[in-house]
């Protein structure tokens, strides 16, 4: 039996749809603390929601975060942390991404960090701190929401 063959014209380029790339997300544990199950379990929430993760596992310094979110190309990092130096740490991300005119990258972060302290990093320009019991969902569509600036 002879197939028809039925030609179909390509689209213009007026009627392409974009295609959208999906959201890239560099997660990392940052300065010397050593609590990894959250991360793991965010990442994988994030990686089943859709979102391509890169995971850099424990013990990175500021700058080795920043410099592989630059090369990932990655439209958000990340931070977890339980060690009490968020501030600091945080802080010093946001300072490299600035150098690195890189401010771009959205920077989230999650752990046990006080009130006080989540209101001030979002003053400093973290998007938003996930505290322990944070729905995964709830990280998820955050992420999703994302607009690089």
Known sequence: MARSATKSTPAKPSQR????????????KIGLDGHDRGIKVVARALRDGGIEVI?????HTPAE???????????????SIHSAAH???FEEVLKLLKK???TDIAV????????EDIRELKKQGIREIFTP???????????????RK
């Open 17 to 28: 749809k974009p295609v959208e790339r999906r959201k890239r997300v560099l997660l990392a």
């Open 133 to 147: 019991g944070a729905p995964l969902d709830e990280i998820v569509q955050f992420v999703k929401g994302l607009k």
């Open 108 to 115: 989230f972060g999650g752990g046990i960090i006080p009130d």
């Open 55 to 59: 995971y850099l596992g424990l013990h």
């Open 65 to 79: 975060i920043v410099a592989s979110a630059i090369q990932e190309d990655a439209d958000a990092i990340g931070l």
């Open 87 to 89: 501030m600091t740490l």
């Open 100 to 102: 690195e005119r890189a």
